[in-house]
């Protein structure tokens, strides 16, 4: 921090520069573009795909509005599929189903039958930094003709089979808000292996100026396109370079807390617990109030808050919220968000927790199932 003040370049300088080498390095990728939050990365990722008005872009309904809302933004429309009812993520056969049934094909372009748009690309979320059937997806997207552009707000870092996220499809956003695994307060990265994609997007998050700001010595600049103000401050990208170097040491932390919580919770009967793969970031740790549990999960968030815990919920499905709802979504064809919505709960779960703050957790949750007996 002291090193960015002292430098006098407060906005994207240096710092950014070595940030994005860095992050790029750890992910595997060609080309890392630090931008100001994954909402603008995943904006900025419509734009460089070319997708606008008339295109429809499938999103999972368990996700952040930032997922569907950044397609707005380019103009196109997102279109809201259910998840697969155990993992909550984007499955392959659910988009299938979607064109199948609900698209038809002409002249190679997936039409959707009811609004008349053309189906361009996927938006995959990793929640809680699970990975998505990437190949399932893709060989959807090949066979169609689509972008995958992912959505790893959460997954840094996650594996997918021997690859690290943000080394698999065309475009991958991450998100360093002040809640995620590697936090910048406000932040966002997105790689991709394209030198065409990484030299638009660059363009794109600074106000479609060639070239960049901090290596450019003269007074001559040059707008060759309509861009956005997306940037990354040199002292937020000195925040992630800290945080980048400490990643083993808080993952670690972090597969430690979630390990307590299964030893744990494992005999309680009314409790499902979401199982995270190998290679998942553990962004979350959600568990499901089960049917055999003899109280709802709104009655076990309240006994939790009794106890002094926060709990939180992720997500509120995007068509429960009024502003899809309008769209015209109904929940009965959202079979699996409804069941997984009505149950799910996410327990605290930050690397620096201590041992006295887990336990802590741990018995609220114990004592909560007791007095419920
Ligand atoms: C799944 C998901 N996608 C996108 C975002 C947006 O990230 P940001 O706040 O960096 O724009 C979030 C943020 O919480 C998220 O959870």
């Known amino acids: 921090m002291d090193r960015v003040l002292r430098s006098g370049w407060l906005t994207s300088g240096p710092e950014v520069h070595a940030f994005e080498d860095e992050f790029a390095r750890a992910v595997g990728a ?17 734009e460089v795909l070319g997708i606008g008005t008339g295109d429809l872009v499938l999103v999972p309904s368990i996700t952040f509005t930032a997922t569907a809302e950044a397609v707005l933004y380019a103009g196109a429309q997102p279109h809201i599929v259910d998840v697969d009812r155990s993992t909550y993520l984007m499955d392959p056969q659910i988009v299938l189903n979607f064109i199948k049934e609900e698209c038809e094909l002409r002249e190679r372009k997936v039409i959707h039958k009811a609004s008349g748009k053309i ?12 990975p998505c059937d990437l190949e399932g997806l893709q060989a ?25 996220i943000g080394n698999v499809s065309e475009i ?19 790689t991709t292996n ?21 290596g450019r010595k003269r007074w001559k600049y040059d707008v060759v396109e ?20 400490r990643t083993a040491e808080m993952q670690e932390r972090r597969h430690a807390i979630a390990s307590r919580y299964r030893d744990a919770f494992q005999d309680i009967k009314g409790i499902q617990i979401v199982k995270d793969p190998e290679g998942s970031s553990q962004h979350l740790f959600t568990i499901e109030i089960a049917p055999a549990a003899k109280m709802s999960r709104d009655r076990f968030v309240e006994e ?36 997984i919505y009505k ?21 609220a949750v114990q004592e909560t199932f007791e007095s419920q007996k």
Do not use: C
């Not at 890392?32 to 939050?37: D, E, G, K, L, P």
């Not at 169609?144 to 840094?156: K, W």
């Not at 030299?199 to 700001?213: D, E, F, M, S, V």
């Open 172 to 190: 991958t956003a991450f998100s360093f808000y002040a809640t995620k695994n590697l936090s910048t307060g406000e932040g966002g990265m997105v």
């Open 140 to 164: 959807i997207a090949d066979k169609y003709d689509l972008h995958i552009v992912e959505d790893a707000a959460h997954a840094f870092p996650t594996r997918y089979k021997n690859r690290m």
């Open 304 to 339: 939790m808050y009794a106890r002094g815990i926060g709990t939180s919920l992720h997500f509120i499905p995007l068509y429960r919220h009024t502003f899809y709802k309008e769209m015209g979504y109904e929940p009965g064809n959202f079979p699996a968000s409804e069941d």
């Open 226 to 245: 309509q861009g956005y103000k997306y940037n990354m401050t040199d002292l937020a990208a000195a925040m992630g370079r800290v945080q980048l170097m």
């Open 343 to 363: 149950r799910i709960v996410s327990l605290p779960l930050y690397s620096s927790m201590s041992d006295d703050d887990v336990e802590d957790v741990v018995f």
């Open 119 to 130: 189906l361009r690309a996927l938006i995959p979320v990793h929640l809680g930094g699970r």
């Open 194 to 214: 394209s030198d065409k994609i990484a030299n638009r997007l660059k363009r794109l998050r600074l106000h479609g100026i060639k070239g960049q700001t901090w």
């Open 30 to 46: 060609d080309f890392a573009i630090a931008v100001n939050s994954a909402t603008a990365g995943l904006h900025l990722a419509m």
